[in-house]
């Protein structure tokens, strides 16, 4: 089942300019994170959120948090080429003692140059 | 630095033919995870092992068959590979639960 969606699901901007995505879930969690995909590359971890946090930053990435909308949002600022990727939320489920990640479709963003 | 390594890139099969895709992790980390990735369909779990010497499944194991062979290398088993595996597959690990996810550069494989 999936517990996170992403939104939009493909995002086309100028380089430059600020790109907004965002992921919504379905059951309570203890964190969130973001992850990055380039094209024929496996994804890379970009950030986690944990849920007593609203807002984290990473250079030039801004995560927000609301648990009670159960939904957060990546924030990348002046974006360039190279952000071009897919990007991908996940959250965690319990399963007894361990905890395995619950993707979402990803939102594929290209930065146009 | 390897972090996660998986063979081979690349594989091609026929309809029934088997299959082992391996992969290794250099960084200690306790769990190990497959997944497979579709066009529109994410990423979606196959199998995982939380810890040396347990494995588990997970949204999609029909099919497949999984070993930890040791803390470092867990592979995936394709006994007789059908059209509908086709696909890219991605291995992970992490070092505990609520930690990042560290994932290898995936095998695509095609079966024909």
């Known amino acids: 089942s999936q517990q996170g969606e992403e939104d939009p699901q493909a995002l086309s901007i100028q380089e430059g300019e600020n790109a907004t995505m965002n992921c919504s879930y379905k059951t309570s969690i203890n964190n969130l994170q973001w992850y990055r995909q380039n094209s024929g590359r496996g994804l890379v971890h970009l950030i986690l959120i944990r849920s007593n946090e609203r807002e984290k930053h990473s250079g030039r990435l801004r995560v927000t948090l609301d648990t009670s909308k159960k939904s957060s949002s990546l924030l990348i600022t002046a974006s360039r080429a190279a952000d071009t990727a897919s990007y991908f939320c996940a959250t965690p489920q319990r399963t007894g003692a361990n905890s395995k990640l619950t993707f979402g479709k990803g939102i594929t963003l290209s930065v146009r140059p | 630095n390897a972090g996660v390594t998986q063979t081979p890139k690349f594989q091609v099969l026929k309809t029934g033919q088997s299959m082992t895709l391996q992969c290794a992790q250099d960084m200690n980390h306790n769990s190990m995870y497959w997944y497979r990735q579709d066009p529109g369909m994410g990423l979606r779990l196959i199998y995982y092992?939380?810890?040396?010497?347990?494995?588990d499944k997970g949204e999609v194991p029909n099919g497949y068959n999984v070993s930890r062979l040791n803390k470092r290398e867990f592979s995936l088993r394709l006994e007789s590979a059908a059209p509908s595996q086709t696909s890219v597959y991605f291995c992970?690990?992490?070092?505990?639960?609520?930690?990042?996810?560290?994932f290898g550069d995936g095998t695509r494989l095609s079966i024909l």
């Open positions: 992970a690990s992490r070092v505990s639960s609520n930690q990042p996810q560290h």
């Open positions: 092992s939380a810890s040396e010497g347990t494995t």
